[in-house]
């Protein structure tokens, strides 16, 4: 069985390589001044960043645009107010730039966050998980339905979850006919914890999705697409193989979007919400003369379909999140609907 699962971590860890060696390679003549400083940064994405052609950024006319606003012994706080303007098209949630005193970030991704969001997590703790759920390694679950549907709340792939404590978790329920994953609102975190949770899941050596790394300076200088393929798993009966409905939306984001795309390799998982908020490309970091630090993506993935969804996952099924619902009458139509879907099968 084929399983290279790793192989986009070990690309990774290539371009975190290269990059850790920027601050040591950098001219020493290279002074802190503004000028440089945006220049610098400008030069580092035309030359790194891996997703101009799916974002559709003209970056040199970017620069010919925001250049003339940078003049030596302009101060800190309206230089960094510039570079943050360049990045924010981008329009990337791996993208910010760190100062001492700011963090820039893509505020049209984090309005859409909270603006669009498909939960209402007080609804879910109180009407669904209710009193006396359980808590297993940041996974929150319960039985719904007389004990048919196992429900599970994941808010961050950041909470370690080990495949043998997701086993636990599934074991507890043993008259489930069907799972509900919750990644509404998932931020993202390790793909370390997607790994664990696919391992039980049936696999038959099938691929997940492809990867390449930026390798040059060019906009399309790519290494060649690596497969990744599904986890090896045990044959034993812990596996499951019953219905899974995975619920996202849109403050899900980079592993989370990742989770949704493997989700397309595998029969006995549906993909129910909104659609993602994306991020699937591997972020690393690099530094600037004056000090300031920049966080870029330098991977990009496509999933079993041959798409580029790094601007966001669709779902199988469409299905908006009544939020007037759930405020009167303490209703989670997702949840509703995945509960019937699952009973139904």
């Given at each position: 069985?084929?399983?290279?699962?790793?192989?986009?971590?070990?690309?990774?860890?290539?371009?975190?390589?290269?990059?850790?060696?920027?601050?040591?390679?950098?001219?020493?003549?290279?002074?802190?001044?503004?000028?440089?400083?945006?220049?610098?940064?400008?030069?580092?994405?035309?030359?790194?960043y891996?997703?101009?052609?799916?974002?559709?950024?003209?970056?040199?006319?970017?620069?010919?645009?925001?250049?003339?606003?940078?003049?030596?012994?302009?101060?800190?706080?309206?230089?960094?107010?510039?570079?943050?303007?360049?990045?924010?098209?981008?329009?990337?949630?791996?993208?910010?730039?760190?100062a001492?005193?700011?963090?820039?970030?893509?505020?049209?991704?984090?309005?859409?966050?909270?603006?669009?969001?498909?939960?209402?997590?007080?609804?879910?703790?109180?009407?669904?998980?209710?009193?006396?759920?359980?808590?297993?390694?940041?996974?929150?679950?319960?039985?719904?339905?007389d004990?048919?549907?196992?429900?599970?709340?994941?808010?961050?792939?950041?909470?370690?979850?080990?495949?043998?404590?997701?086993?636990?978790?599934?074991?507890?329920?043993?008259?489930?006919?069907?799972?509900?994953?919750?990644?509404?609102?998932?931020?993202?975190?390790?793909?370390?914890?997607?790994?664990?949770?696919?391992?039980?899941?049936?696999?038959?050596?099938?691929?997940?999705?492809?990867?390449?790394?930026?390798?040059?300076?060019?906009?399309?200088?790519?290494?060649?697409?690596?497969?990744?393929?599904?986890?090896?798993?045990?044959?034993?009966?812990?596996?499951?193989?019953?219905?899974?409905?995975?619920?996202?939306?849109?403050?899900?984001?980079?592993?989370?979007?990742?989770?949704?795309?493997?989700?397309?390799?595998?029969?006995?998982?549906?993909?129910?919400?909104?659609t993602?908020?994306?991020?699937?490309?591997?972020?690393?970091?690099?530094?600037?003369?004056?000090?300031?630090?920049?966080?870029?993506?330098?991977?990009?993935?496509?999933?079993?379909?041959?798409?580029?969804?790094?601007?966001?996952?669709p779902?199988?099924?469409?299905l908006?999140?009544?939020?007037q619902?759930?405020?009167?009458?303490?209703?989670?139509?997702?949840?509703?609907s995945?509960?019937?879907?699952?009973?139904?099968?």
């Amino acid at each position: 069985m084929k399983n290279n699962f790793h192989i986009t971590t070990l690309l990774l860890f290539i371009a975190l390589g290269s990059t850790s060696c920027e601050r040591v390679l950098m001219s020493d003549d290279l002074q802190a001044t503004a000028p440089n400083t945006f220049d610098y940064l400008w030069q580092r994405f035309d030359q790194q960043y891996s997703m101009f052609d799916v974002k559709g950024v003209d970056w040199q006319a970017v620069y010919d645009s925001l250049r003339p606003r940078v003049y030596g012994g302009m101060t800190a706080d309206s230089l960094f107010a510039v570079c943050a303007t360049m990045l924010g098209v981008l329009n990337d949630g791996h993208v910010n730039l760190y100062a001492g005193f700011d963090v820039s970030r893509a505020d049209s991704l984090y309005y859409r966050f909270y603006s669009q969001g498909g939960i209402d997590v007080n609804t879910v703790v109180l009407n669904y998980l209710g009193i006396g759920y359980h808590s297993t390694a940041g996974m929150a679950h319960t039985g719904l339905c007389d004990g048919k549907v196992l429900y599970i709340y994941y808010g961050s792939f950041s909470n370690t979850v080990s495949t043998s404590l997701f086993r636990r978790i599934i074991m507890s329920y043993p008259d489930a006919q069907g799972m509900i994953l919750d990644l509404r609102g998932n931020g993202g975190g390790s793909l370390s914890n997607v790994i664990n949770i696919l391992k039980m899941m049936p696999s038959h050596g099938q691929r997940l999705y492809s990867s390449q790394i930026k390798s040059g300076s060019a906009h399309d200088d790519f290494t060649p697409w690596v497969d990744t393929y599904a986890p090896d798993v045990s044959d034993d009966t812990t596996l499951f193989t019953r219905p899974v409905v995975v619920l996202v939306d849109r403050g899900c984001f980079s592993a989370t979007s990742v989770f949704a795309i493997c989700t397309q390799a595998y029969d006995n998982m549906v993909l129910m919400g909104d659609t993602t908020s994306g991020g699937l490309g591997l972020p690393t970091m690099g530094y600037l003369p004056n000090g300031w630090r920049y966080r870029l993506p330098v991977t990009r993935t496509k999933a079993l379909d041959g798409n580029n969804y790094e601007n966001g996952v669709p779902p199988d099924i469409l299905l908006p999140f009544d939020r007037q619902l759930a405020q009167t009458l303490g209703r989670d139509n997702v949840i509703d609907s995945a509960c019937s879907i699952i009973l139904k099968r």
